[in-house]
Each structure stands twice: as structure tokens, then as C-alpha cells.
């Protein structure tokens, strides 16, 4: 079946821009994460949403990083004002389950690479 | 922050020999996982080993967990070259939800 998908695969924008990326999880998959990865920071956790359960912020870097997922399926990650430093890959994956223990293997998309210039 | 670190940052080996990669945490965990990357792009999932579990085998894979050390290890064995990626390990924190935090990473590199 159908894997994560992201868009667009490539983003270039203007420092003080607003960005919004695309997450499109697997069917079915109750649960949705934002990570991003860069060279200074390696692999860092963002946001994830488990079913109707408020999202776990406790990953955003700051005030101007948002998302929300409508419907259970689709998630947008939003960036208003961009900054160099937002420069990065920004990866989605989704879990059947988000609670731990039971199916919460997570799949991760192709990712969105992010350069502000 | 990582919550892992891991060791070597990099590694070069020739076809058909084994790959050893190790991974340290620093707190209680659920389960551990490794991850597969190429190219910089998604990350494909490999194992997932439970802190109650000591070892795991998934095909050329095995992987130890030692919470008393808090460490694992990830060996690939009969390397080939197309096992030339990055690879990442990924914790659970106990009763922190399923998110994960990652390492730093080794990059593998398989000579032909």
C-alpha cells in the first residue's frame, strides 16, 4: 500500500517568509509525528498528534513552528517568519497506534528539504 | 538535546565482512530502535527491541540491549553494498509518549 507522503519534496523561500509543508500519513494510521533534521542538530522530535488527544508540543523550537492534523489524516506543518536557522529536512511519519507498546512502529516519508535563504 | 550518542560516527568496511555500531542512551527507556537512511531522506525502520528483551534477530540484523549499560549495538552481518547508509538509533523514553529521540548517527560505507 500507499507510504507517508510529503510535499512539496523541496522548499526554497526568503528569511521572514511563512512556509507550509504537507504530511499525508498511511491509511488508517491513527497517529502523526514532525521531526527535523539538520546538520547542527541531528534528528530532533517536533510535534505528534494520537487520535483526538490534545498534540504533544513539547518538541516545537519556538512560538513561530505550528501544526495542526484535520480530520485524523492530513497534518501541515506551519513556519511563519522564517529564519536561516530553519534550514533543514523536515521529516513526517505516522504509527498505527500512538500508544506505546501496541503497533507504534513508525513509518517515516521521503521528507521536505527546507532552505531559507 | 540527543539523547543518544553514537559510535564510531563513521565506518568503512569491505563486502562481506561484519558492521558493528553502538548506541548509548541516558534514561529509562521503553523499547530502542534502528533506523536505515539514505541519501538524507526517509528513514526506514529495522528493529525495535523491548527493555525487557536482551537480544533480537531480524534477517542479516542483531541486536543487543543492555539497560544496565544503557547502551546497544546494532551488527549487520555479510555486509553487502547496498547496506552503505546511515544508520540511527531511537528511544522510547518511559512515560514520555511514542516519540522518538534519536542519535547521532554512524554512516556505514560498504566497499565492493
Known amino acids: 500500500g500507499a507510504g507517508v507522503s510529503q510535499s512539496p519534496s523541496n522548499k526554497v523561500t526568503e528569511k521572514g517568509k511563512d512556509v507550509e509543508l504537507r504530511c499525508d500519513p498511511i491509511s488508517g494510521h491513527t497517529a502523526l509525528y514532525w521531526y527535523r533534521q539538520s546538520l547542527g542538530q541531528g534528528l530532533e522530535f517536533l510535534i505528534y498528534?494520537?487520535?483526538?488527544?490534545?498534540?504533544?508540543k513539547s518538541g516545537l523550537p519556538s512560538d513561530r513552528f505550528s501544526a495542526e492534523r484535520t480530520g485524523g489524516s492530513v497534518s501541515t506543518l506551519t513556519i511563519q517568519r522564517t529564519q536561516q536557522e530553519d534550514s533543514a529536512v523536515y521529516l513526517c511519519?505516522?504509527?498505527?497506534?500512538?500508544?506505546?507498546?501496541?503497533?507504534?512502529?513508525?513509518?517515516f516519508g521521503p521528507g521536505t528539504r527546507l532552505l531559507v535563504l | 538535546s540527543q539523547q543518544g550518542e553514537e559510535d564510531p560516527q563513521a565506518l568503512s568496511i569491505q563486502e562481506g565482512e561484519n558492521a558493528t555500531m553502538n548506541c548509548s542512551y541516558k534514561?529509562?527507556?521503553?523499547?530502542l530502535q534502528w533506523y536505515r537512511q539514505n541519501s538524507g531522506r526517509g528513514l526506514v525502520h529495522l528493529i525495535l527491541?523491548?527493555?525487557?528483551?536482551r537480544e533480537k534477530h531480524s534477517g542479516r540484523l542483531r541486536v543487543t540491549l543492555d539497560t544496565s549499560k544503557k547502551s546497544s549495538s546494532l551488527l549487520i552481518t555479510a555486509s553487502r553494498a547496498a547496506d552503505t547508509a546511515s544508520y540511527f538509533c531511537a528511544t522510547v523514553v518511559n512515560n514520555a509518549g511514542n516519540m522518538l529521540t534519536f542519535g547521532g548517527g554512524t554512516r556505514l560505507m560498504v566497499k565492493p
Open positions: 498528534f494520537q487520535g483526538n488527544s490534545a498534540p504533544d
Open positions: 511519519a505516522s504509527s498505527l497506534e500512538g500508544r506505546v507498546g501496541i503497533r507504534e512502529t513508525q513509518y
Open positions: 527491541i523491548r527493555s525487557n528483551e
Open positions: 534514561t529509562s527507556i521503553n523499547n
